[in-house]
C-alpha cells in the first residue's frame, strides 16, 4: 500500500486490491450465513432474541450466557465438524477455521441485536467485521481518508457516506486476508490444501474470548461492558 500525497488516503496495489475483494467476499459470506442461518444453526437475531426473552430483556446476563455457550462450541471438535459441511467460503480455509469464524460472527451479530442494533444496517456490519478481526476502525478510517479519534465508535461511523463504509469494508477485507494468511492458515491459490496451526476444536479459546469482550463494547452500553471474566 501507498499514500496518495494530495487526498492522503491509503492506495492499493492491484495484488492487494484482488486479495481485499476475496477477503471482503469471504466476510460478506460469513455475515449472511450468520444473519440467515443454518440448517443447523438459526439467524443470529433469532439467537439474540432468543436469549433476552430467556433473560426478561436483561442485556447483560443475555449476552453473558450467549457468550458462554458459543465460546463453547467454538472449542467443541464434534460441533465444528456438524457445521463444517454447509460452510463454503471464496478462500481455501480448514473447515474448522471456517466453522468457527461462523460462530464468532454469528456470536458479533445476536450481541448487536441484543444491544438493539438492526443487522441490516451498513454501519453495523462495518463494526462486526472490525469486531472479528480486533481492528481498531480508527487507523482504518484515516486510511480512507477521513479524519478520526483513535477510536471509532459505532455513532460515528453511522454519519458516515455509503462510499467510505465501503472503502473501509475493503480495507477490512485486505487485513483478513493478511491476517490469517501470515499465520498460513489460508490459501488464495485453487486446490492447494492448507496447512496451518490450527488449535484442536479450531479456535484459541482466549481469542474468541477477547471477541467476545471487543463485541460487548462496540454494541452494548457502557454500564454492561465490565461483566466478562
Not at 74 to 103: N, R
Not at 207 to 218: F, G, N, Q, S, W
Request: charged letters at 20%.
Amino acid at each position: 500500500m501507498v499514500k496518495d500525497r494530495i487526498s492522503g488516503t491509503v492506495v492499493m496495489s492491484a495484488e492487494e486490491a484482488e486479495s481485499s475483494r476475496k477477503g471482503l467476499r469471504t466476510l460478506d459470506k460469513l455475515y449472511n450465513m450468520a444473519i440467515n442461518g443454518l440448517p443447523t444453526s438459526k439467524p443470529a437475531d433469532k439467537l439474540g432474541m432468543e436469549y433476552l426473552q430467556k433473560y426478561n430483556g436483561d442485556q447483560k446476563k443475555a449476552a453473558d450466557v450467549l457468550i458462554r455457550n458459543q465460546v463453547t462450541k467454538c472449542t467443541t471438535t464434534g460441533f465444528l465438524t456438524g457445521l463444517g459441511g454447509f460452510i463454503t467460503l471464496p478462500i481455501t480455509i480448514p473447515a474448522d477455521l471456517a466453522s468457527s469464524m461462523y460462530i464468532q460472527v454469528r456470536m458479533i451479530a445476536a450481541i448487536a441485536y441484543i444491544g438493539g442494533y438492526s443487522l441490516h444496517d451498513d454501519a453495523v456490519k462495518t463494526m462486526i467485521y472490525a469486531t472479528l478481526l480486533r481492528i481498531d476502525l480508527g487507523n482504518v478510517l484515516k486510511q480512507v481518508g477521513v479524519k478520526a479519534a483513535n477510536k471509532a465508535a459505532l455513532a460515528g461511523l453511522k454519519k458516515l457516506p455509503g462510499k467510505v463504509l465501503v472503502a473501509i469494508n475493503q480495507k477490512l477485507g485486505f487485513r483478513f486476508i493478511t491476517k490469517f494468511g501470515q499465520k498460513g492458515i489460508i490459501n488464495l491459490g485453487k486446490g492447494i490444501p492448507c496447512v496451518g496451526g490450527i488449535l484442536n476444536g479450531g479456535i484459541n479459546l482466549a481469542e474468541t474470548r477477547l471477541i467476545a469482550k471487543d463485541a460487548v463494547k462496540a454494541f452494548l452500553t457502557p454500564a454492561t461492558i465490565d461483566y466478562i471474566h
